[in-house]
């Protein structure tokens, strides 16, 4: 299941980077696919539906980022 998100604190290739390994390690996250144009913009391929506050769990892992869900 594929879902669409925002994430904001995202700048650079390190940032993506950062990011797409912390989601991935989150279980049931297959596959992050995060881009620099549109800044931040995400694509989270899941097992099973998590919300967006377990999202944000798994980024203040980390810190600097937050996750909000988009809205078709």
Do not use: W
Not at 10 to 16: A, D, F, K, T
Request: hydrophobic fraction near 35%.
């Amino acid at each position: 299941m594929k879902q669409k998100f925002q994430i904001s604190g995202i700048s650079c290739g390190g940032c993506v980077s950062r990011v797409k390994k912390t989601l991935e390690e989150h279980p049931k996250i297959e596959k992050a696919e995060i881009f620099l144009a549109p800044k931040g913009a995400t694509i989270i391929t899941m097992k099973e539906t998590l919300s967006v506050d377990e999202l944000q769990k798994q980024l203040n892992t980390i810190g600097g980022y937050t996750i909000e869900k988009i809205e078709k």
